[in-house]
Each structure stands twice: as C-alpha cells, then as structure tokens.
C-alpha cells in the first residue's frame, strides 16, 4: 500500500490491486467516471484501464471531473476496511487467527477482469472468498491462473457455437509475484515419473482475504508443461491429473513455503483433493507418526464440498495416470501401489476400479457437505456404497446451501433504494431477518420505478450486445431496427445457463406454437432473453443452444427473443438485475444447488423453477413460481414432456396474468407484493454470508478445535 502522499494515479492503482473495489459500486462509478468509453473498452479491469494514462493525465482528469477527494476517500477506505477490528470473525474465530481455514478450489469467479472462471462452481468460490473477507473470517484461497481461462463464446450465422482464447497478459491484471523466504520468486515442485512439474505462485488479493494462483508458465517445464494451466476444463485426463497434482499438492506447499499451518482444509469439489495427501505427508514428516494415524489427524480438519450429482462429475483416473503422477509421492508415503489406490476406490480390493478424487475426498475429510437439501440427500444415495453399513439416511454426508455475496450481485439503484429504506447498517445486518422485514414498508412505486430503470438498463445491454453480434456478422441491422428489439412494457424472462442437457434450456421450445402465441400475446406479451455456454466439447449441449439462437432468428420472435453471447459475470449481472423472471427448468434431482436465482430475487426478480437445488428448500408458494410439484419419472423424456406441461401452464395461467394485473396507477402490486415477500424472506438466507457463518459454525471451527483436542491429547 502506498504512502499517504503519492500521486492520484498510484492511490487509483493501489485501490485496482485489491478486488476490494469490485463489490462497491462508488469504487466503479469512480473508474468509470474517469473515461466512461475506456472502461467499456477494457472490460471494467482496471489495471488494464490504468494502464493507458500516465499520472499526468489522471490528475488531468481528476481536476477536470472534481475527483480528487472521491479518490482520497475511496484510498482512506479500503485502508479502514483492511485494519478493521471488529469483524464477526475477531469475534468468533479466534482460534483460527494463527491457523487459517486454506480454501482449494479449481477455480474462482470474482470478476469479469479475470477470466479464471467457467461457472457456478468458480461463482460460488469467489463469492465464498469475499463474504469470508468481509465477515473478517482467516482464510486463504489457493487455485490455478489460467493464462486464457475458459473460452470466449461466439456464435456463427446458423446459431453453432464457435470458441475463442485469449491470451491474458500478468500486466493487465492486480497480480503480485509471490517470493520465498530468501526473497526469490517461489516455485513450487513436484516429482513425477515422468519428470519434474515446476509452478510459480501469484497472489491476488480479496479484500482481507489471499488467493494464491498456481501457474505452470516458467522456464523448467517442458513446453507441454508450460500450457499446463493455460485452459480450464480442456484437454484429455492426462493433462486434467496435472492440474489436479498441480493445485492440490502445489497448493499445499505454497502453504509449507510461506510457513502458514493450515487449522482447515475446505476443499471446494473434489479437484484439490491430492492436498489431502500433501497434508498427510507433512504431518509424518513434522509430527514423526506412521501414515494412518496422520491420515486420521489430517481428517480431523479436512472439510469436503461435493457439487454435483451428474456422475461424469466426478474426477476418475486410470492407475496408470495415477502411478505416473503420484508413483514418487506414494513411495514417499510408504504405501504399496494396491494401498495407495485403494484411497480413491469404493471397494478397496476392486482392482478394476478407477481412483476417484471425490472418493478420496470422502473417505478422508470428517466433514462433508452437499451445496442443498435435496442435493444432500442425493448426495448420501450416491456414495452409499463407501459405507456399507449404514443405512442412507447415515451416510455422514450433510448439506449447507450454497449463496450468494449480496454486495457483488446488487444493482447500484438497488443499493441505493436498500440504504436509504433499510439503514445505513443493513450492510453490517445482511444476515438478520429483522433488517430484511423492513423491505415490507418500501414504497411500492419506488420499488418498481427501480425495477423498470434495471430492465431498461438490461434492454440496452442487449440491444449493444446485438449490433456487435450484427456487425461481426456482416448483418446489416439498423440502429432503428436493434432498438425495436425487446420492449420495456413487455414481461421480460430471463433464462442463462450452462447448455448441459441435463440443464434442459430448450424445455420452453417443446411446444413452439404454444410459446410463439404467448410471444406475439396483443395484450399480454413475455419477451425472452437467453445466454449460456456449452463445454467445448459437447455438441449435445451445442445442438441445444444452436436449436434456441436458431428460434431467435425466425420472424415472429426476432424481436422479442435473444440469445446473448459470451455468458460471463458481466452479462451475468447485467441480466439478473434486470428481468422479470428467471427461468430455470434443470431435470429433478440434477441442480445441486444453482445460485443464479439468488441472485435475482435481490433486485426484485421472480423465480420460475422446476423444485430442484435450492428452490426445493425456498419455494413457499409466495415467493416466486414452481413448475410442477417435485414430482420425477424414471423415464427422462416422460418427464420432460411433463415439466413442459407444467411450465406453459404455470405461465399462462400465474406468472403472465399476475404481472399484467395493473391497479389504477398502472403498478402491479400484487407482483410487488411478491418481490418483497421474496426478497425479505430469502435474501438472507441466500446470502453467501449466512453460508460462510455455516461453514464457520458448523465445520471450520469444530475441526479448528478437534486438531487441538486431540493434538493436546498426543502430548500428554
Ligand atoms: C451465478 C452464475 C452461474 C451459476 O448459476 P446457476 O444458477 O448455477 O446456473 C454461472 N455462471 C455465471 C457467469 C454466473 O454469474
């Protein structure tokens, strides 16, 4: 951090190097407000934007635009925020002070800036990261750069998904070389049979919390070696057992290098799950025990996320791979090979089985959770096996539903709305229900004047959207003829999501003349925009996506359906803060958790979803919308046929007739009645806050406490 004496453009790069800024919306406006084409330019990353002035030209600017005490109050902020010592978790965490939780993950959604992300899963990790920081819990992150991250997403003129990868450059983003104790850079090694894998580390900094990023990038590795952490989710399981080695044994010796002991381990899915191994190693190593009773110290401490119930999910590799990878770390260990696999493996004596990181995840973490209720209870059938002696209901698998970190989500109108109608401290009280009551006595008309101003915002967003998309085409769309695309007055749904087939985006096409007619509605329309990528593999997913972007084109939905590329953070929040509705329609029990629902009911969108993931649990038949009552069938297409039944019907027959339902000042209030109902019952409980409290409560600090119970005990 900078002397309080340098220059306005050192103080503006002190504030880009901390993700800190990325959840206040002042901190934005004021990039922004320094040169409002260029930020655009840039895709809001403000290293990136700082680096096209010289110091000169931002006090130029500054001068010009009166920013001078915004960005001294911006600066003397963040300093606050980082010297705060009255955190939830100075209070709570106390034992974790000098033994941080250390959180692996594969990847981390934090911003668009950063594209080390594909999902939900990195969503849900940065979001997990921020809530941690701003509750004030110790916790560190560990995962991989991606030097081109996941895929930048263009469609071509028949609607076929085609994939982009961009190059990112060390210089444009907040990163900051790690150094070992002798002041060089750190580079963390690894001994395979097939030679040595170099990495060297990153941090970036969240808030209060660190994220270190292993990365594969250096002199050393063979130049196979050196794409190594180039793309998320590609190649074959060869290079995926890399990464994985990489991020979970790298990752632990980031940790052993900075000296810093873990008090939890919280895997986030099973990828990191050779950490375990590492953990164990050091302790042999530091305490002098035999592996099983480290394996069973390390357990202790060791908190394990699974996050899907879609079996190919799950990470499974041949002996082989493992031999090649961990056949040096094993004879480390003392185990025989039929010892070491037996770690990943249902049944131990199962040579034919494969290793499988979920497995050994399960087998050595004390806590385990799923990300819902019913994703809990999924979760327990699935890995019934491991323990065949209890019964399902005794699987020790339990569930903490995933949410969402309110700050990053919100809308700024919404934000404002929130301060000035709940109280300054709602931001300290987000986990309170009490504070969320007080969305009972907002003004109706200022709520919905908010909620018309975000899907304007969103309808431009489209309509800019579009005419990049027509002009890379070649298409040559008017200016007049994008701005008759959607319409501010129309019911606006809002359906993003990842185009695995299981997620069924298509369920609204099933019967297209019945969508059609409730489009082109003379006087009750819906308007429908759609965005999401499929893995670059997966033409199903691709047929899918390309049979929707296909219906977008045809004449009598052109200007009222729309397929959004490029599904980012971006367009993300750009359309959760602007729809009316969010379609979700995933084949029951699939939908671990979803959190971008959560996010949208915050800024006064309704849910429209199938019961699964988190709706099972939220849905209380005032609060949004269901799409059948829970029901499945063994057969996929019955229930698909079924769902599709549901869906027209709840649309036709709630969803459109409620939102149409004006009173004599044209306000709907009983859709507003909806959306505070919504937003007061559900956004705390969906809050990433409230998760972290649970994680914290229920499993970061009893682990923290049975490491020193039991290690207490081994002393005497
Ligand atoms: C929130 C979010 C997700 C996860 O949403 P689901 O409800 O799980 O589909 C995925 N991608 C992006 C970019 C998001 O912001």
């Not at 963040?78 to 692996?104: D, I, R, S």
């Not at 982009?164 to 900051?176: F, H, S």
């Not at 090694?189 to 594969?216: E, K, N």
């Amino acid at each position: 951090m900078n002397a309080p004496n340098s220059n306005l453009h050192e103080r503006l790069r002190a504030l880009a190097m901390n993700l800190w800024w990325s959840w206040h919306p002042d901190m934005i406006d004021l990039m922004r407000d320094l040169n409002p084409h260029l930020w655009r330019e840039v895709d809001h990353n403000p290293i990136a934007f700082l680096n096209r002035f010289t110091p000169e030209e931002v006090e130029e600017r500054a001068a010009e635009f009166v920013l001078h005490s915004r960005i001294n109050y911006a600066f003397r902020r963040l300093h606050e925020y980082l010297e705060a010592g009255q955190t939830w978790g100075a209070m709570h965490c106390a034992n974790l002070k000098q033994k941080p939780v250390v959180y692996f993950s594969a990847e981390f959604g934090l911003h668009e800036s950063l594209p080390i992300y594909s999902g939900g899963l990195g969503i849900l990790a940065g979001d997990h990261l921020k809530s941690a920081s701003d509750l004030g819990i110790p916790l560190i992150g560990i995962g991989l750069l991606y030097q081109q991250g996941y895929f930048g997403q263009r469609l071509n003129g028949d609607g076929w998904q085609e994939e982009d990868y961009v190059e990112l450059d060390v210089n444009n983003l907040p990163l900051q070389p790690v150094t070992a104790a002798d002041g060089r850079p750190l580079v963390v090694q690894m001994a395979t049979r097939s030679g040595t894998l170099l990495a060297r580390v990153w941090l970036l900094q969240v808030g209060r919390v660190r994220l270190f990023l292993l990365d594969s990038n250096i002199d050393g590795n063979s130049t196979d070696d050196r794409r190594l952490t180039s793309r998320l989710y590609g190649g074959d399981n060869r290079l995926r057992i890399r990464q994985e080695l990489l991020l979970g044994v790298g990752g632990a010796r980031i940790m052993q290098a900075l000296n810093i002991h873990p008090g939890v381990l919280h895997l986030n899915e099973g990828h990191s799950a050779f950490a375990i191994l590492e953990e164990i190693r050091r302790v042999m190593e530091y305490d002098r025990i035999p592996f099983h009773r480290a394996q069973r110290r390390v357990s202790l401490y060791t908190v394990f996320t699974t996050h899907t119930p879609v079996a190919a999910g799950h990470d499974r590799f041949s002996p082989d791979l493992v031999e090649e990878h961990l056949g040096v770390f094993r004879e480390g260990l003392g185990l025989s090979t039929d010892d070491f696999m037996a770690l990943g493996r249902i049944n131990p004596h199962d040579r034919s089985e494969p290793f499988c990181m979920t497995v050994l995840a399960l087998k050595n973490s004390r806590r385990a959770n799923g990300v819902s209720a019913i994703h809990g209870t999924v979760s327990r059938l699935m890995w019934q096996p491991l323990w065949p002696n209890r019964p399902e209901g005794e699987v020790p698998i339990g569930h903490i539903t995933n949410g969402v970190h309110i700050l990053s989500w919100l809308a700024p109108q919404q934000y404002q709305l929130f301060e000035t109608r709940l109280g300054r401290d709602w931001v300290t009280r987000m986990t309170h229900p009490d504070m969320w009551a007080r969305v009972a006595e907002v003004d109706d008309g200022e709520l919905w004047e908010t909620h018309q101003n975000l899907n304007m915002q969103l309808i431009r967003f489209v309509r800019r959207r579009l005419l990049m998309q027509s002009e890379r085409l070649g298409h040559r769309e008017t200016l007049a003829q994008i701005d008759q695309v959607l319409d501010p007055d129309v019911l606006t749904i809002g359906c993003a999501r990842r185009f695995a087939t299981y997620k069924r985006v298509d369920l609204i096409l099933s019967q297209p003349e019945r969508l059609t007619k409730l489009i082109g509605d003379p006087h009750r329309p819906i308007q429908i925009v759609f965005a999401g990528k499929a893995h670059p593999r997966d033409d199903d997913g691709k047929r899918l996506l390309q049979r929707i972007a296909q219906y977008s084109y045809t004449a009598a939905c052109c200007r009222r359906v729309v397929f959004v590329e490029n599904y980012d953070y971006n367009v993300a929040r750009h359309l959760i803060q602007g729809v009316d509705v969010w379609l979700n329609t995933p084949r029951r029990p699939l939908e671990a958790c979803g959190t971008s629902g959560q996010k949208v009911l915050l800024n006064g969108g309704l849910n429209l979803s199938v019961l699964d993931g988190w709706w099972a649990e939220a849905y209380d038949g005032k609060n949004g919308f269901a799409i059948g009552h829970g029901g499945m069938h063994d057969d996929p297409d019955v229930q698909y046929q079924r769902d599709a039944e549901y869906l027209y019907e709840t649309l036709e027959q709630e969803v459109i007739p409620l939102y149409y339902e004006r009173e004599a000042d044209g306000i709907p209030h009983q859709w507003i009645k909806r959306m505070k109902y919504a937003i007061q019952n559900l956004g705390w409980r969906f809050s990433a806050d409230r998760m972290v409290k649970d994680y914290t409560e229920r499993f970061y600090l009893p682990a923290a406490n049975a490491t020193s119970a039991e290690t207490a005990c081994f002393i005497k």
